[in-house]
Every structure is written in C-alpha cells, then in structure tokens.
C-alpha cells in the first residue's frame, strides 16, 4: 500500500534536487520528480495516482514564498501525472512478469518511453503556466531544456529504481533475482575501477580545451568507458559508469555557472551514456544467461 509520508519525502527531495539545477524558471536541468512518478506507478499501479497528485501538490505548495494555491501548482502536476503515469502503467505489465529479467527488449521499452513521454511533457508543458509565460525568444531553448531535465530524470531514476527494487526486495510472482547475479558478474572491484575510469574521462574532456583554449566539447568520450563496462561486467557497472561522470559534470557545472548550451549538452550526453549502458548492459547479462 502507498504510504503518502514516503512519497511525499521522495517528491520534496527530488523537488530539491531540481531546484539546485533550475536553468530557467520552473525548468531543471535534473527532473528527478517525472522518473519517481513513474517507478511509483510501476511498483504499486495507478491505484496511488491520487496520492502521489497530492504530495506534488503538497511539495510546491511549500515552495511557494507564500503557501497557498495557484494554477501552476494545480494544473501542472496533473499534465505530469497522466505523461508519466501511463509509462509506469506501460512499464508496470513488463517489470511484473513472471521470471522477469533486465533484459535488451526490457532497456530498450525504458528507453523509447523515456524519449517519448518527455518529449511529450514539455510539449504539453508549453500550453501550461510551467513555460506558457516563458519570454518567446526563449521559449526554444526553455522547452529543450525542460526535455531534456525530464529526460534525464527518468533515465536515472527509473533504472535505478529497476535495480535497486530487485536486488533488496523478493522477487515478484516468483520471477528471478537475475540482478543479483548481475552484480556478483560484476565483480567489487568492477564497482570501483570503471566509475573512476569514466570520472576521470569526464574531467579530462573539461579540462583538456581549458588548457588549450579552445572551444570545442569533447565530453562525448564518456561514452567510450560506457560501452566498455557495459560490454565487459554488465547492466550494473555499465550504468554506474554513464551516471557517476555525467553527474559530476552537472554537479559541477550548476556550480561554476552554465552556459546557455551546457546543460542541454550534458542532459543528452548522459541519456544517451544511460541508454548505451543498460543496452550494452544487458546484452552481456542476456548471454550469461542464454
């Protein structure tokens, strides 16, 4: 059963979360708040839909300077509830199978609702208060950034959730704890080794066309330790690895100051450091347990 003190907890540090990367106004660079919608609608159903409408309500209430009511902080929550609450629906009849397995079709359903369903919340987003107000030359780049917040969200969040649920929980309708395994494939020091490997990547494509003076963007190699920790300790190590240096570079670019290009920059390159994990990931998972 839902518990709404949980949920509610969980929407406030996601809300939190988004407001340390807030690039425009009522847009974040990390939507965490879109991927738990869709984890609570995977785990438990649309039966929780009302409770987890009113903890977003009961979190932005609290933010406002003056608790009280508005549009946005009524009308917002619904266009996120329905997005992302179908995905976790859509979701939910996959993950609930017996003898489920994060496999390659598995991660590529998470992917492909992931793109779509953010991609259809900043549409819709534009016909709310959330960026109906934004200044038109700005819409563009508001909506892009909004797209990619979310997008980012989910990808971290539900994966995450994904693993986490199976390793510490029972498995559902008997289904298989195949992620356990997955870990014990990946090895401790794995776990260790290859985020290193990739931070360090991360803060050399940052630091190299600092030294040089240049303004080319090299952060795209941390795809490449992606793909070799996917390929070679799978889904576990691989998403660890797109995480761990993507993170570190929104972390510090909010930090130092974005500019205008960076956080959409990044917001993709760590969907697509996600996606190329859990698909490499999973495909090594897959043919070690073929």
């Known amino acids: 059963m839902l518990r709404f003190p949980i949920i509610f907890s969980a929407y406030w540090l996601a809300w939190q979360a988004a407001s340390l990367f807030e690039v425009y106004p009522n847009v974040s660079a ?14 438990h159903g ?20 003056a608790p009280g ?41 998470v992917i492909y609702s992931a793109f779509l369903a953010s991609l259809s919340s900043a549409l819709l987003a534009t016909r709310t208060p959330a960026l109906g107000s934004a200044q038109a030359e700005l819409l563009g780049t508001a909506v892009l950034s909004f797209w990619g917040g979310d997008f980012a969200g989910v990808m971290i969040t539900v994966p995450a959730f994904m693993i986490l649920y199976r390793l510490f929980s029972p498995p559902l309708n008997g289904g298989s704890m195949n992620l356990i395994d997955a870990l014990r494939t990946a090895r401790p020091l794995s776990l260790v080794i290859y985020p290193l490997l990739g931070l360090s990547i991360a803060l050399f494509s940052v630091a190299l066309p600092a030294l040089l003076e240049v303004d080319t963007r090299i952060a795209i190699l941390i795809l490449f330790p992606v793909v070799l920790a996917g390929l070679s300790r799978g889904t576990i190590v691989g998403f660890l690895v797109a995480t761990v240096p993507c993170a570190t570079l ?26 190329l994990g859990l698909m490499v990931g999973a495909s090594h998972d897959g043919k070690k347990h073929a």
């Open 30 to 43: 990390f939507y965490a708040s879109a991927g738990l919608t869709v984890c609570f609608t995977m785990a």
């Open 46 to 65: 649309l039966i929780g839909v009302p409770a987890l409408y009113l903890s977003i309500v009961a979190v932005r209430i609290l933010d406002l300077p």
């Open 69 to 109: 009511f508005s549009t946005i902080v009524l009308l917002d929550p619904i266009r996120e509830i329905c997005v992302y609450g179908l995905v976790g629906a859509h979701l939910r009849q996959y993950w609930t199978r017996p003898n489920y397995r994060f496999s390659l079709p598995i991660a590529v359903r």
């Open 250 to 275: 929104l972390v510090a670019g909010s930090a130092l100051g974005f500019n205008i290009n960076e956080p959409i920059e990044i917001q993709l390159i760590l969907a697509l450091a996600v996606a």
